[in-house]
């Protein structure tokens, strides 16, 4: 099957979460969860939850911990059996250390032929983009990322 013979439906259902997912608000939030199916998964860097109450929890957690969340979708790409959402995620943390987040990833999306959103995984680097920005722990994290930087010629 390639893209142009894919399910229709699902491709449309992946647009218009693309959509719901850049003008994401906290109001807005149970329309994106109703575009899941209800055995939905979801993985980022830090977590994997099955099920559309842990992904409507995601988020809430994300508007409490956060503020002005807001994620800039870049592109969108359908394959043969997913599609992908490059996005650029900005917020501020509301507690210790209060940092500016800035956040460039990936989300790989998968539909049924319903047109229900069955899988939403997350792709960003955690270690450069979060880790090594954190005060104290960030002294840890950047010599180790420092090992993986090829020497210059």
Same mark, same amino acid.
């Given at each position: 099957?390639?893209?142009?013979?894919?399910?229709?439906?699902? $491709?449309?259902?992946? &647009?218009?979460?693309?959509?719901?997912?850049?003008?994401?608000?906290?109001?807005?939030?149970?329309?994106?969860?109703?575009?899941?199916?209800?055995?939905?998964?979801?993985?980022?860097?830090?977590?994997?939850?099955?099920?559309?109450?842990?992904?409507?929890?995601?988020?809430?957690?994300?508007?409490? &911990?956060?503020?002005?969340?807001?994620?800039? $979708?870049?592109?969108?790409?359908?394959?043969?059996?997913?599609?992908?959402?490059?996005?650029?995620?900005?917020?501020?943390?509301?507690?210790?250390?209060?940092?500016?987040?800035?956040?460039?990833?990936?989300?790989?999306?998968?539909?049924?032929?319903?047109?229900?959103?069955?899988?939403?995984?997350?792709?960003?680097?955690?270690?450069?983009?979060?880790?090594?920005?954190?005060?104290?722990?960030?002294?840890?994290?950047?010599? $180790?990322?420092?090992?993986?930087?090829?020497?210059?010629?």
């Amino acid at each position: 099957m390639t893209a142009s013979s894919r399910n229709t439906k699902a $491709i449309s259902a992946i &647009t218009h979460y693309a959509k719901a997912f850049a003008e994401l608000t906290p109001e807005s939030l149970d329309a994106l969860v109703a575009m899941a199916d209800d055995k939905i998964i979801f993985t980022d860097p830090f977590n994997r939850i099955e099920g559309r109450k842990g992904f409507h929890h995601v988020f809430t957690h994300m508007y409490d &911990t956060c503020h002005d969340p807001r994620f800039d $979708i870049t592109d969108l790409a359908h394959g043969k059996n997913a599609s992908y959402i490059h996005w650029r995620m900005t917020a501020k943390l509301k507690s210790w250390p209060h940092m500016d987040l800035d956040f460039t990833g990936m989300t790989e999306v998968h539909a049924n032929d319903d047109g229900m959103i069955t899988a939403h995984y997350d792709h960003w680097d955690s270690a450069s983009q979060l880790l090594a920005k954190i005060p104290y722990v960030g002294a840890l994290i950047r010599p $180790i990322l420092k090992q993986f930087v090829l020497p210059s010629h």
